[in-house]
């Protein structure tokens, strides 16, 4: 940890847990009134809830109870009251009217009061007393005294009805324990839908007992049972989250045909496809038997997923075996399919008829948007918002992931600001409403379970307040602070995206100190958007995950509080900043030389001294531009050529990362530059 | 990270890594030349394997790519050969001949040879090949050129034939994923049993379709479904473990009789134990319908756990509801059985014959040992060797769990002197091949799936050594030394006996900054032995086990590092060692303010304040210490009197831990004492 670290630590400190409410809530609520005074919690702490044991609220204030125990230690009872004792101070009182069916559209709303002498949740529907419970936890501060909440009164719901993570279990499979500690960082963000996109190119993850040669042979024995995934809807939903299925089709379907070759349409025969990307191998949609086939594999996941929808892709379908196939191209001309965009939608409309058999609404892609698609479906929206927007004009409801993709490496901020409903939409108020919400997607071409966590979140929990709380609530740094304070609070879950790192960094330095390693992963961030793919690495699942930008992750707290300082120097002139800058580039500067000692003679950690080699290259160079600027020294003409040549390169990807202080010390650098 | 980490990961490093092959190995084999040169990895490096695809063999050579490759990033080729190729430089080639069924005695022998050119693993079942990759990972080396493994030849086989891990799952259960990531541990360690304590007066964990009201009532909901048991057996087979369940009858039996209390002695009803210790719930042994269920229930059992033996228990009945039922007194005087031990006996006897009827072989704890008991009936010894010895001596196969208790939070060294077949022992060389070995204990009383591995691991590894290799193999720097090597190589399974602790202090510490407070908890270790239920604390599955002496944990490297030095300096008066005792002294003198800081406001911080202002006490008595003896000043007495009041304190438990470094400062003191 060292002093720069330390610095931040207090800011987040003081910022966060020092004044108040408003800033340790996330998402933010709706409607907050504070009262006077506070509720102080003793042992004597004690939960009437007006729900029988075993139910969805019951078993959510068990959880809660352990969580608030754990972390105070006050040795409460764990089991809460289901009569109203007559001393009612030191008592939450929680009560609600129905079990939620989790549907689209339910009333989530919740309403908590505190005061010093008790504390009340009410809800209409069980899940909102979940959604209470939580905002609850994030409530409680702690003095000398001991833990307590402020009264205040909050009454909230969400502006959206989906609020959702897709977690691609297809490409790399992500186990039931990922996927539950997963579910409970979702209920801890008062999200409520978990999309699972369970079959791929790279793999069929759920098990069919209709054609069990679909998983056998489709999925390297990384799949989910049906007793397993009955698992994880069952703790999905008693913490209030939908499991929503996608089974892709008719394209990104190579591992259908690896026990299935009968339903491509190209000849086989097929291999799991371990690359990325688009690939030739698609359903034959002209077949009857493939209707036979799909009809009774739908029907078997219509059974074993409650949820009333479901997904069938849809996406990205190249066409290429479609038209290399005579009997395709003769059966189109019979059948007036002017092209394969026609032909796709005569498969989608079979298929959303096979699923309303079923009882379930259909969901798609962006693509299965074509003329004559029913306005029952469901769009979810990757390709941008006019594809959104375009869909709702049409009738569709819509779903919107554009914007949310997590893979990618983007900073928080910029899902935080991608409003699904702007307030510059030129949607009618009827057409809003079929704007539903939307979901957070987790591809997972380059993840493993090791790194996952470290993906989805802290990152999801600003997408959750977006599709949370109100349009206005839209302040950055606001966001980023509560942030900071909700990554710490997901790891009660178990989830893994703080301490993977150093994990996985003593898996190639051993027993050395890894110091200098943790700081080197901590100033780079993963290429961002697809450009990883571009660094001459040849990605596929043979690959080790196990490298730099497997370690480093998006929004990197260090360089952006550097950033920061930089900026203000830059901007405003401030020179308060200075010694700020001063000390964190000194402390980089000898950088090179302890990954030097940390990495010697281990070759997996060679490419980590090219980044400290810049790092320290930078350290100097911002150093010196300090220098100049406080000396009023004249600036030599081969300094500024030299500094300049090195900033370029520093700027320049590097192991398939981007160094993130670079454009801070271009701002140094700039500043010495005579004007 | 301090700088005397820094001193002591230096420390490893050069001891470990730099000398060669034998300080890497652990556990060590039995025979090693060294050999002239060294084979060194490149990308073309490749492994054939005689065995067919999907076999045990070749699914562990896939893990085993994995794992090299996750390591060194050299981009192998992920699928082996099964045909050998022309070229046969950079080849690794495998070749066993049977497939081990997984039975006590067994082969488990392999030979490895490594030449510059090429690499061969030999054994005679596919185990001894598993063994032989685990060897081949540790022999790997690295320097600015490469990987490399130095030539050599390894001949090895175990030492005892029952090396195995018992996790208590029933007082507090660990889902799958944890029981998953163990059984990988004990693969890297060559361990072979897996033995699941199933059943306990705190819970019953598995499963019954034939009397499903066991685990449903006897649960609160956390149990193995068979498909997840056969799940973790085959995880486990393909890794060369055996797993071994348990049913612990009569006693400890408290679960089993929530659904079913006609099986008990006692009038019921019975509700889940909470609390721990013994208590009188007992199985009824005198009702025919006893064994009528016993059999049902048995034999599904013993149709679910493939292995030939199955644990029934046997310990711990304190016989009080046999003495209060009048009807079993009745019973015992009418059939002679003179006292509680005959009539457990008479019991044992039976529920033998159902496991013979089922083809299993019984095993119980020492208890079981009564006259009469069969010959072929395995003993556990939980209570001393005196009981192991005595078992043997009367015929029967024994396992050794005395000295093996990992859950008591003593020493590795403890563990790893504690032969099950000791030097001086008094058996003949037949009795002696009646030591199958012994397992390791996992508890559960006091912990969580949170911290369970910090309990497992790294000691484990000791216990794994010094049942596979020579008695001779004892040295117990060199023990410590490799230990801390393979407690990283460890997290690779994703194992979290290092990650746990700060998750575990950010629970309680928000986004303070914890280093004070993982330097806290790196310098007490949890009372020993059952100390920890004499502080007052009454321990139940209620309490929170998020607590300083949860997050602690045994052989605290810091404090073992600084008493060496102390050691030294008492010992062999080496004022050497004087600056780096000086140092670590003044780096914990003013902990106790970083710790008010970080623990300000906090009261489940407020027992740490307690430690860490003994150990800023403690330093500053040890500065004053080494000023004393180094100034050659008078000693006042005032000073003497209050600094050892001040250690006699320190020495005390303090909040169910001791502070390590107590005994450091008082060898410190006494030096500075007039002589």
Known sequence: MNKFCIFLFLLFTLSGSLTGQPNMLMPVPQKMISGNGE?????GFRIFVN????????????????RLDNKTHLLLAKEWLNKKPEQQNELLTISCNTVAK??????????????????????????????????????????SKGYFIRSVTIEDAPRFTWRGLLIDVARHFSPVDVIKRNIDGLAMMKMNVLHLHLTEDQGFRIESKVFPKLHQYGSDGDFFTQEEMRNIIQYANVRGIRVVPEFDMPGHATSWFVGHPELASGPGPYTIEKKFGVFDPTIDPTRKETYVFLEKFLTEMCELFPDPWMHIGGDENNGKQW?????????????GLKDNHALQNYFNTKVMAILKKNKKKMIGWDEVLQPGLPADAVIQSWRGKEGLEAAV??????ILSNGYYIDLSNPAWKHYTNDPLPANNTLTPEE????????ATMWAELVTPENIDSRIWPRTAAIAERLWSDREVNNIPSMYNRLARTSIRLEECGLEHITYRSKMIRRLAGNRNIESLITIAGLVEPLKDYKRHAQGVAYSTDLPFTRLPDIAAADAPVPLAFKDLCETWFRKKDPDVIPAIRAQLEEWQPLHGEVQVAASGIPA????????????????IGLESLHYVESRASVPDAWVKESYATLSEAALPVQECELMIAESVMMLFQNALPK
Not at 103 to 118: A, F, M
Not at 605 to 612: D, T
């Open 393 to 398: 004009k049409k009738g569709h409801q819509v």
């Open 102 to 143: 989790l549907l689209p559209g339910e009333d989530e709303s919740y309403l908590l009061k505190i005061t010093p002498e008790g504390c009340e949740l009410t809800a209409p529907t069980d899940v909102g007393i979940l959604y209470g419970l939580e905002t609850f936890l994030q409530l409680i501060e702690s003095d």
């Open 39 to 43: 509720f102080r919690f003793t042992a």
């Open 432 to 439: 809003q409403k079929n704007i539903l919400g939307g979901e």
């Open 51 to 66: 729900q029988p044991t075993g139910s969805r609220a019951g078993a959510g204030v068990s959880r809660f109870i352990r």
């Open 323 to 335: 038209d290399a196939n005579p009997k395709i191209q003769e059966f189109m001309k019979k059948n």
């Open 605 to 620: 950690l060679a490419p980590w001294l090219i980044v400290s080699e810049r790092v320290s290259k930078l350290s100097k």
